[in-house]
C-alpha cells in the first residue's frame, strides 16, 4: 500500500477499493466484505460483466477517480487490509509495482488467496470425482472446495 503524506494513493489502489466497495453492494447489500478466495472469484466474473466493452472499463476507472476525489475519510482497517493484501499478491506473484485491478488479476488474487491458506482449501483437481462432476464444476468455475466443518 503506497498511501501518500497528503493522504492519496495510487490510480490502481483507488480504482481497487471502489471497485471491491460496488462489488460488495451490488452482489451482496454490504458496505464491504473482506476478501476471500470464493468471493474474490465472484468479483473477477462482476468485474468481468462489469467491463463489457472498453468504453465501460473506463467509466468505471473514471468513477474511482471521481469518487477518491469527493472522500475526505482516511483508510477504515478493512480497506488497509485490502490493500496490503493486494499489494502482497503483486510483489509476490507479478511485479514490484500494484497490479491494476481486472478480472484476469482478480482471478488471479483468489488463486493466490486460496494458496495462503491451502489447509483449508482442495482444489477439485485433487478429489476423486466423475468426470461428468468436474467438468460440472469447472464449467461453474469452482476451482476449491472447503471441506465440511465437523459436528
Known sequence: MTLREDGTLDQGEQELLNFWGEFCQDRHAA??????????DEFARWLGKQWG???AQHQMQQAARVW????????FSWER????????FSF?????????PGPNA??????WLANREPE????????DLSVGAF???RARDVRFVRPRPSR
Open 81 to 88: 487490509d485490502l490493500l496490503e493484501s493486494w499489494a502482497r
Open 92 to 100: 509476490e506473484l507479478r511485479s514490484t509495482d500494484f497490479v491494476r
Open 135 to 137: 467438468n460440472l464444476l
Open 106 to 111: 482478480s482471478y488471479e488474487f483468489g488463486t
Open 68 to 75: 477518491w476525489q469527493r472522500r475526505d475519510l482516511g483508510l
Open 31 to 40: 458496505s464491504f466484505m473482506s476478501p476471500t478466495m470464493e468471493l474474490v
Open 120 to 127: 483449508s482449501h482442495t482444489r477439485i483437481e485433487e478429489l
Open 53 to 55: 466493452t472498453e468504453e
